[in-house]
């Protein structure tokens, strides 16, 4: 009997001895901090994760690492993604950011009046999102559908802001948090009941006009005014940057000749608003739209030198505008 339990304390001593063995490895950090970008791609298992983390430098036993995976179930939900770890990390901290997925993360502004493509090209570049997968999503009609619209592309809905995102995320995600914010930024504004002829669409798309319209935030309800104001004697909108957009025209002045060109952005030729927006609103377009200048009898503006704009109520008016304005800029004033 003496012996049995002399073995059975034996047992538990050396139980005792490696479990706190393993616990002081599993604590102990591999050495100095340096930091190491690790990757782990998919499907990927800790076994093969723990070679490759001691072959950085990161651990000095890959197997206590494996050990320690399996007794505590974190090498079943090891994810996937770029790291940055160090080696003054233990590789208790080290198997916990892989179990929880704390993947680098990096941080995009997206400007009020970005187009979806220039999204793409922005999320491609920092979050190393691919941009033609990234516009898929966007146009995708059963994608769209699942968050609760009805629209031909998420242009408009991807509310213009500072995100950070892990890199290489999923593009539908990206895309599901840009318009969450939306939802929330909008939550925030009283709607005016004026406005509940123009559906939430169409709210977007005549904020998207403002927003590229002028740069000036006490421009915006009198723009905003201005366009309602057309509509409401069923005038053309006559506004440049739906035509540009509908032709795929950045960066230069349209001339005489884009004007008369068919496109169903063509607010020249089409009467109403386009089919949707053409940018980013920010929330200052938004609730210009939503809280126009009721004060503003306006149906015509013109670009002064400075950015701000000349609002007039009559065409004679606005042609005397025109003038000023050309002859302000070949003054050079």
């Given at each position: 009997?003496?012996?049995m339990?002399?073995?059975?304390?034996?047992?538990?001593?050396?139980?005792?001895?490696?479990?706190?063995?393993v616990?002081?490895?599993?604590?102990?950090?591999?050495g100095?901090?340096?930091?190491?970008?690790?990757?782990?791609?998919?499907?990927?298992?800790?076994?093969?994760?723990?070679?490759?983390?001691?072959?950085?430098?990161?651990?000095?036993?890959?197997d206590?690492?494996?050990?320690?995976?399996?007794?505590?179930?974190?090498?079943?939900?090891?994810?996937?993604?770029?790291?940055?770890?160090?080696?003054?990390?233990?590789?208790?901290?080290?198997?916990d950011?892989l179990?929880?997925?704390q993947?680098?993360?990096?941080?995009?502004?997206?400007?009020?009046?970005i187009?979806?493509?220039?999204?793409?090209s922005?999320?491609?570049?920092?979050?190393?999102?691919d941009s033609?997968?990234?516009?898929?999503?966007?146009?995708?009609d059963?994608?769209?559908?699942?968050?609760g619209?009805?629209?031909?592309?998420?242009?408009?809905?991807?509310f213009?802001?500072?995100?950070?995102?892990?890199?290489?995320?999923?593009?539908?995600?990206?895309?599901?948090?840009?318009?969450?914010?939306?939802?929330?930024?909008?939550?925030?504004?009283?709607?005016?009941?004026?406005?509940?002829?123009?559906?939430?669409?169409?709210?977007?798309?005549?904020?998207?006009?403002?927003?590229?319209?002028?740069?000036?935030?006490?421009e915006?309800?009198?723009?905003?005014?201005?366009?309602?104001?057309?509509?409401?004697?069923?005038?053309?909108?006559?506004?440049?940057?739906?035509v540009?957009?509908?032709?795929?025209?950045?960066?230069?002045?349209?001339?005489?000749?884009?004007?008369?060109?068919?496109?169903?952005?063509?607010?020249?030729?089409?009467?109403?608003?386009?089919?949707?927006?053409?940018?980013?609103?920010?929330?200052?377009?938004?609730?210009?739209?939503?809280?126009?200048?009721r004060?503003c009898?306006?149906?015509?503006?013109?670009?002064?030198?400075?950015?701000?704009?000349?609002?007039?109520?009559t065409?004679?008016?606005?042609?005397?505008?025109?003038?000023?304005?050309?002859?302000?800029r070949?003054?050079?004033s």
């Amino acid at each position: 009997m003496r012996v049995m339990t002399l073995i059975a304390a034996s047992t538990l001593l050396v139980a005792v001895i490696s479990v706190a063995m393993v616990w002081r490895i599993m604590t102990t950090p591999a050495g100095a901090e340096r930091w190491v970008r690790f990757d782990l791609s998919n499907g990927v298992t800790l076994s093969e994760a723990a070679a490759m983390l001691a072959d950085s430098g990161l651990i000095r036993h890959p197997d206590v690492l494996r050990l320690w995976g399996r007794l505590s179930r974190k090498d079943r939900v090891i994810q996937a993604g770029p790291y940055l770890l160090s080696s003054a990390m233990s590789p208790q901290e080290i198997l916990d950011h892989l179990a929880r997925g704390q993947v680098i993360a990096t941080s995009v502004t997206l400007p009020e009046g970005i187009m979806m493509v220039e999204i793409a090209s922005a999320l491609q570049a920092s979050v190393g999102v691919d941009s033609a997968q990234f516009m898929r999503i966007c146009t995708s009609d059963s994608f769209i559908a699942t968050l609760g619209f009805s629209a031909a592309s998420l242009e408009g809905y991807l509310f213009p802001d500072t995100y950070s995102f892990r890199l290489n995320a999923r593009a539908d995600r990206i895309a599901s948090v840009m318009v969450a914010r939306l939802r929330a930024m909008l939550g925030s504004i009283d709607w005016d009941e004026g406005l509940t002829r123009l559906s939430f669409h169409e709210i977007l798309t005549l904020a998207s006009i403002v927003e590229k319209e002028t740069s000036l935030p006490r421009e915006r309800p009198m723009v905003a005014a201005v366009y309602l104001n057309r509509m409401a004697i069923g005038m053309k909108l006559d506004a440049d940057p739906t035509v540009a957009y509908g032709l795929g025209l950045v960066g230069r002045r349209l001339t005489y000749a884009d004007l008369r060109r068919p496109s169903p952005y063509n607010t020249y030729l089409n009467r109403g608003l386009p089919p949707g927006p053409i940018c980013s609103p920010g929330l200052g377009s938004i609730k210009a739209v939503l809280h126009p200048d009721r004060s503003c009898r306006a149906l015509f503006f013109v670009a002064r030198g400075d950015g701000s704009h000349e609002f007039s109520e009559t065409f004679s008016a606005h042609r005397a505008a025109i003038r000023e304005s050309r002859a302000a800029r070949s003054d050079g004033s």
